[in-house]
């Protein structure tokens, strides 16, 4: 079983940044693709960023792109998003996800889910 916490979240002016953390718990983060999704008040849950488990492959979301970075530290079993100049409709909760296999997954392959970070972005 593999658990995923996340931190990081807070609230942050507009233009800000932001990091989030995600610990895995298990012997297999290393060969576990990884990625953020995030939901906002109303709306479906939706896909932000994924990383491969050999760190070498990542896909953003284009609402995200050039202003969010996903890395990961097989050492410390994390990963992490980075986030820059922020913007109100940036505000959600942000989940971190992982999938059973390195390469980067569809969206409904997503296995294991952590229960999420509060991002607030205030104009």
């Known amino acids: 079983q593999v658990q995923l916490v996340e931190s990081g979240g807070g609230l942050v002016q507009a233009g800000g940044s932001l990091r989030l953390s995600c610990v895995s718990s298990?012997?297999?983060?290393?060969?576990?693709?990884m990625g953020w999704f995030r939901q906002a008040p109303g709306k479906e849950r939706e896909f932000v960023a994924y990383i491969s488990g050999f760190g070498t492959g990542t896909r953003y979301a284009d609402s995200v792109k050039g202003r969010f970075t996903i890395t990961r530290d097989r050492g410390k079993n994390t990963v992490y998003l980075q986030m820059n100049s922020l913007k109100p409709e940036d505000t959600a909760v942000y989940y971190c996800?992982?999938?059973?296999?390195?390469?980067?997954?569809?969206?409904?392959?997503?296995?294991?889910w952590g229960q999420g970070t509060q991002v607030t972005v205030s104009s």
């Open positions: 996800a992982a999938h059973s296999s390195p390469w980067l997954p569809r969206n409904d392959e997503i296995e294991y």
């Open positions: 298990g012997r297999t983060f290393g060969t576990y693709s």
